[in-house]
């Protein structure tokens, strides 16, 4: 009896954390807005898999190069979530995976939108400052959730820096002789 | 102004954006410099340096060739780098050589250590833009000798001495479990449990000094407690450190690392010193090899001591429930040897870097008894007599001041590495890929462009007014920045946040007559140059 309820543990355990990395292999993550849940369970997700709502909400980003990128996303999803699930051509985009190391995952929201966006932890405003064309309305995109009531949200990427590493077309106009 | 805006125009035209960009900075920082009016001679020095670097571009921008090699970078002379390392014993004052040079020779620089060259940069926008530029797998240094012994003894690399895809693979899996604030925030209990044997262990050590207050060399205190809060976090065991008696595997562990940790300079020799010469130089290989088989054999107890419980549990058909260490044998995402190496670099990591910050942070609140009282007046707002908890600290703003300031002025890696990754562009430098790059971390964060009377220990300048309020930058990241960063920051974090807390609410924190001013010193870490004594004394 007591052997039964083990096995279904562990088998449980490997199921979910098999249905967990499937999310991650696709993803890149584990939902970020789906965790919270568990928060209390020392720390570690092991049910991670989905309980995503079916609704959905219409996004619009601005891109880096002025194109706009309309896509419709779950309710529940961060906007990294978002990103890497319609694999929205964003370069660099999410690098920490959505663990507030990193601050590539910057978004610019339209004031109005900004307000309804919730609280910002500590933890993100201390990255966000790290963040290259900060501004007011600026938020992490991994730590932004999808809600109802963000339906038909426009947000813009940020430039990123222009590039320290010398690509081959500036190299062969600029770079001197190697040394 | 008209310097500014013919700069401006000249960068739109130009290909190197960002080195322009870089002497608009520059030519900021100027404008700072000479209205404070403070500290003539450095001002003027500055400025004598800002002044060549804003007429160059202006002259040569117009040809296309502002990029300059590495052999126009300024830096000290091989010869006297050996004098001021070898002879002057340059390795403890690295974090003020850092300053020293940058003072002289500008905010990027060149030195040569034997075969080595490393190009220093100490301004805080010239290293932000080095960590912002970096691709997938950023490397740190050379880890040659690490890995020479992992491969020795059939290990595995873990997350500090792995590179490359290696690397991204082990840190996917280790950021998921340890990264996340809240999902670190849910280890308080675990970590509260072992404050309280910290403020055990305060009133007992002190209870053996003449005065019953006094608590001596307070990091031997904190070393014991960040060994045993990160084994609780990543082993789910306590050690016992913080006992009477220290249990004699745990004595072993400590005496391991000790070596590893005395042995630093010789080890790094270890590494430096040719494979041939070793025959005739064999101790600082020897050290290093025997410190790092007691840092692996602990691991691998404790590894293997919760892989057969949950053996057992399973076996008796128990459910198999736990944290960290069991999350990761249960799902096996690693191999054993990955886990063995992983946990043994994290407590490596983990241990010195955390009892070093304490110490610092518990020695600038005693010698700064106005301050310690604010930051004790919010803590008593907030929680009464009450244990914080991990989302407690979100209203100690104070608190994360203290810790973010200690480590501003005290950061314990004074300097970062890193090794390009691709042929970069930097402060009008061309850096050739694979170029060892020193951050200095210690420079930036004592600069009065990036902090306001930088010298003065202020957790306050730290506290936003509202959510939009920007106090931080680039000129203090002691935790690194980017996919490369600490791993452990939040770990570290929780265990400073709470135990200062505690701390505070429990005693007032004095200097004791048999400390003066303690200064830092390098070894390796930036530690505490003398033992700091404290008196805790109760509050009521
Ligand atoms: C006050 C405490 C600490 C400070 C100031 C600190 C600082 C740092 C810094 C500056 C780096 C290099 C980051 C980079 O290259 O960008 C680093 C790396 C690292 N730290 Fe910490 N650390 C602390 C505590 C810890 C703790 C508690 C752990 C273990 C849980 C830890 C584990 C590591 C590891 C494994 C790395 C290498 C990460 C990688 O290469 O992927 N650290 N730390
Ligand atoms: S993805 Fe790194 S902070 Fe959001």
């Not at chain 2, 220093?120 to 010239?126: C, E, F, G």
Request: one cysteine or more; hydrophobic letters at 40%.
């Amino acid at each position: 009896m007591s052997a039964c309820i083990l096995r279904v543990f562990l088998q449980r355990a490997a199921v979910m954390r098999k249905a967990a990395q499937q999310t991650f292999s696709q993803t890149r993550m584990f939902p970020q807005c789906v965790t919270e849940i568990n928060t209390h369970s020392r720390g570690i997700n092991t049910f991670t898999s989905s309980l995503r709502a079916e609704e959905k909400v219409a996004i619009h980003f601005l891109n880096r190069d002025g194109k706009r990128i309309s896509v419709k996303a779950s309710i529940g999803d961060s906007l990294l979530d978002v990103v890497v699930n319609h694999d929205l051509d964003i370069d660099g985009f999410g690098a920490c995976e959505g663990t507030l190391a990193c601050s590539t995952c910057h978004l610019i929201f339209e004031e109005a939108v900004y307000k309804k966006l919730g609280p910002v932890s500590d933890e993100e405003m201390d990255m966000l400052d790290l963040a290259y064309g900060l501004t007011d309305t600026s938020r992490l995109g991994c730590q932004v959730c999808l809600r109802k009531e963000l339906d038909g949200m426009i947000l813009r990427v940020p430039d990123v820096i222009s590039d320290a590493r010398v690509d081959s077309e500036k190299e062969s106009s600029t770079a001197p002789p190697k040394v | 102004m008209a310097l500014q805006s013919s700069i401006l125009h000249l960068a739109r035209k130009n290909l190197l954006q960002e080195s322009c960009k870089q002497f608009l900075l520059q030519a900021h920082g100027l404008h700072k410099s000479t209205a404070s009016g403070s500290l003539e001679i450095a001002a003027h020095s500055q400025a004598d340096l800002k002044e060549e670097n804003l007429v160059s571009p202006a002259v040569e921008g117009l040809k296309e060739t502002t990029v300059k090699t590495l052999q126009e970078m300024p830096g000290p002379s091989t010869f006297s780098n050996l004098v001021e390392f070898f002879y002057r014993d340059g390795f403890s004052r690295i974090h003020e050589i850092q300053t020293e040079h940058s003072q002289k020779y500008g905010k990027i620089f060149k030195s040569r250590f034997g075969p080595q060259l490393v190009v220093s940069i100490a301004d805080r926008d010239l290293v932000a833009h080095v960590l912002r530029s970096e691709g997938a797998t950023p490397q740190r240094g050379n880890m040659e000798s690490w890995k020479e012994y992992r491969d020795m003894r059939g290990r595995s690399t873990g997350l500090i001495s792995a590179e490359g895809d290696e690397w991204l693979k082990m840190r996917s899996v280790l950021r998921q479990l340890i990264m996340r604030p809240k999902d670190v925030s849910a280890f308080s209990p675990d970590v509260n449990d072992v404050v309280v044997d910290l403020v055990k262990r305060v009133k007992t050590l002190r209870s053996q000094q003449d005065d019953g207050q006094t608590v001596l060399n307070i990091n031997d205190l904190f070393f014991n407690y960040a060994m045993e809060g990160v084994a609780t976090i990543l082993y789910e065991t306590r050690l016992g450190c913080l006992e009477n008696e220290i249990p004699k595997m745990s004595q072993e562990y400590i005496a391991a690392l000790h070596l590893m940790f005395s042995s630093f300079k010789t080890t790094m020799y270890a590494g430096a010193i040719p494979k041939w010469l070793r025959p005739m130089i064999p101790k600082p290989w020897e050290e290093f090899c025997s410190s790092w088989d007691g840092l692996f054999k602990f691991s691998q107890i404790h590894v293997d001591k919760k892989l057969s419980d949950i053996k057992k549990k399973m076996n008796k058909g128990e459910e198999v429930k736990g944290g960290l260490l069991t999350h990761m044998l249960v799902t096996r995402e690693m191999n054993l040897e990955e886990i063995y190496a992983n946990m043994t670099e994290m407590l490596l990591a983990g241990v010195d870097t955390t009892s070093f910050t304490l110490s610092w942070s518990t020695y600038l609140l005693a010698r700064h008894p106005t301050i310690q009282q604010e930051i004790f007046e919010e803590v008593d707002r907030v929680l009464g007599g009450r244990a914080p908890t991990g989302e407690d600290v979100a209203y100690l703003p104070l608190i994360r001041g203290l810790v973010k300031e200690t480590l501003r002025l005290f950061p314990v890696l004074p300097g970062n590495g890193r090794v390009t990754q691709d042929d970069l562009i930097v402060g009008g430098y061309f850096i050739p890929k694979g170029t060892q790059l020193a951050l200095c971390h210690y420079s930036t964060s004592m600069d009065e462009e990036n902090f306001l009377r930088p010298g003065e220990f202020r957790p306050d300048r730290w506290i936003r007014k509202d959510a939009s309020d920007r106090v931080d930058n680039f000129g203090s990241i002691p935790f690194g920045y980017g996919i490369r960063s600490c791993i452990g920051r939040r770990i570290a974090e929780l265990e400073m946040h709470l135990a200062l807390t505690q701390l505070l609410q429990k005693f007032h924190i004095e200097v004791s007559s048999q400390t003066t001013d303690v200064h830092a010193k390098t070894h390796g870490l930036l530690c505490p140059g003398a033992p700091i004594n404290l008196r805790f004394v109760d509050r009521k």
